[in-house]
């Protein structure tokens, strides 16, 4: 594959997602949203009925990271999806017949806006809660390598489920199949059933939730076999919606 081609064809899908008004109204709630949720959760906090809680410190702003899931997936959804709506498919496909370069490059666009969403909204969160939350939050210059880490770990879990979202929508050819199955999923349709069904932990939405904040004792994956699990789960959709990518007609 050359690489000026394959530069070429990802500039096309960058063009073609981010011009779109829906995609750019999402992209921008998805970076807002989280900051906006950690400020009125700092200002809301209430030192006297939180004296006796065990939430450690260090985990302040991490909480918004799973309002931003939805927009993700969203976004993800609508870059894939959009094409299928009006048979602009088509017209790519004639002028970059090789299909594996567009998969390629849309799933690239999808990946680098969820990485760039998970680092902007985590990071304004997290500094706004704690500077909401004055003397019983943490001075930026007090945060903790292991607050990095969880920072990191938002990415990885926001690029994830944008992967599968992606290619959930590719297999259905609509956005709509995405929304509807992966949707209720982050919003907690399954962590209400896993003390009854364990099984649960190894969907794709809660195999990863350790990634965005702690959940103790609720019996979730720790943090590394979760993002193994969802890790697996987008090799397989990625593969399952290349073959049919390549392979159906546009």
Known sequence: MSTPIMIHTLRAELTKAFTLRSIQGT???????PPALALASGLAFDPATAAGASFPIESHGFETAGFGQPLVILLAALITGTEYLDGQLRTTL????????????????VAGAAALIGLISTTAAVIMKHAALGTHGLAVTDFTAGMA??????????VLISLIAAAITMLARTFIVTLVVLVPLVLGLTISLVSIFPILKYLPDL?????LTGYPDIGLLDPISGGLVMAGWVGALVAAAALVFHRRDA
């Not at 004639?94 to 666009?109: E, I, N, S």
């Not at 195999?207 to 990634?211: D, E, I, K």
């Open 207 to 211: 195999a990863g939730l350790q990634l």
């Open 94 to 109: 004639l002028a970059t017949p090789y299909r594996g370069r567009v998969l390629t490059a849309k799933l690239v666009v």
């Open 27 to 33: 992209l921008i709630a998805a970076i807002l949203a």
């Open 149 to 158: 880490w969880n920072l990191l770990g938002v990415v990885a879990n926001y």
